[in-house]
Every structure is written in C-alpha cells, then in structure tokens.
C-alpha cells in the first residue's frame, strides 16, 4: 500500500473510498462552518437559530455528496455557498406561499396565570376552613374534595345519610360566610351535595 492511499484514506473527500461521517462533517465545520454560518445569517436578515438550521441541512447535503467534495480546501466552498442560498431562498418561497398566519388578536392579550393567585385562594381557603368545626371540615372534604356521594362518606364516616346531607348543607354555608367575610366568593359550594 502506498503513502498516498493511506493519506486518502484518512482524509475525507473525493478519493476516499468511504469517509467516514464524523470526520467528514467535523472537518466541514472546522473549515467552513463559520463562514457560512455568517452568510446564512446575513441572509436570513440576523435570524442566527435559523442560520443554524440552514446550516446543518447544508452539511447533510454535502455529506450526500461526499465522493465529490473534500471539505479540508477551498474548492467546496463555491458548491457549499451556493447549496446554502439556494436553501435560503427556497424556505423564503415556501414561506411566502404559504397564506400568513393569524390568530385570534383576543387571545393574544389574555393574561397568563403565574399560580400566584391560585396559592392566594387556596390560602384564604384554608383559613376559611379552619373556622369550620371538624366535622364540618370533614364532610366537606369527602363530599367536596374527595367526590364522594352522600352514601359514600356515610359510610365512611359511619353516620346516616341525612346527617351527611345537613352537615354538608350548614359546612357549605358557614365556609361561603367565612369567605365573604375574607373578601372572596365561593359559588358552587352551596350545590346540594349527592
């Protein structure tokens, strides 16, 4: 075996049998990968996440075309400038066929909850619940927070069902006054439980 196939079997390009693809896209970029980065972004008016993009799709083609190309000169770079406007400009024309997007100008303005409020509520709900008796809190957790019917948490909490019903009835109410007197409201609470 020769000096010069051993050399071209190392380099990637045009006369290696089978470059391998890490060296040859490593080499790609080594080369050529700032440069055409640059000019993608110049191109896509300083979007540099979608230079990126372009750029990979540029060292994908070139890869496919690796017997042709030797990424450690020069001579690739006019293929890989050109592989990469014609890119640009092909996602420019897809994008321009394409109807624009639009979305809803309501939606746009909506506020975005952050859990503030909600932790806010559900500490205003917790204070309101302690000013319940126990088995006033209890039922309501059974009924209310756990789904169970009326049957249900009679049975669990080993009381007839009317005494689930009445107790559930006066927890409702007096959690809404604890509310009310807090500044928030509890609509649905009131709902017969069943």
């Known amino acids: 075996m020769s000096a010069r196939a051993s050399t071209e079997d190392r380099i990637p390009g ?3 049998a089978e470059p391998c693809p890490d060296e040859f896209l490593r ?4 080369f050529h990968g700032r440069a055409l980065l640059q000019f993608a972004a110049r191109w896509l008016e300083g979007d540099w996440h979608r230079a990126e993009d372009v750029l990979q ?3 994908i083609r070139a890869w496919r075309h690796a017997g042709e190309l030797d990424p450690t000169t020069d001579s690739a770079r006019p293929w890989l400038f050109t592989a990469l406007r ?3 400009i092909d996602g420019h024309r897809a994008r321009q066929a394409r109807p624009p997007e639009t979305g809803d100008p309501e939606l746009a303005h909506l506020p975005v909850s952050d859990g503030v409020d909600h932790i806010l509520t559900s500490q205003v709900l917790i204070e309101a619940l302690r000013d319940l ?3 006033q809190r209890e039922v309501l957790l059974h009924v ?3 789904g169970r019917s009326v049957n ?3 049975k669990v909490l080993g009381v007839p069902p009317g005494t689930v019903k009445s107790r559930t009835y006066y927890a409702a109410r007096a959690l809404r006054e604890a509310l009310h007197s807090r500044g928030l409201y509890a609509g649905g609470l009131d709902r017969e439980a069943g």
Not at 27 to 30: D, F, G, K, N, R
Request: glycine share 0%; charged share 10%; no cysteine.
């Open 144 to 146: 209310h927070y756990l």
């Open 27 to 30: 080499a790609l970029y080594h």
């Open 14 to 16: 045009p006369h290696a």
């Open 133 to 135: 008796r126990p088995a």
């Open 152 to 154: 249900q948490t009679a």
């Open 86 to 88: 014609n890119l640009v």
């Open 57 to 59: 799709e540029v060292a």
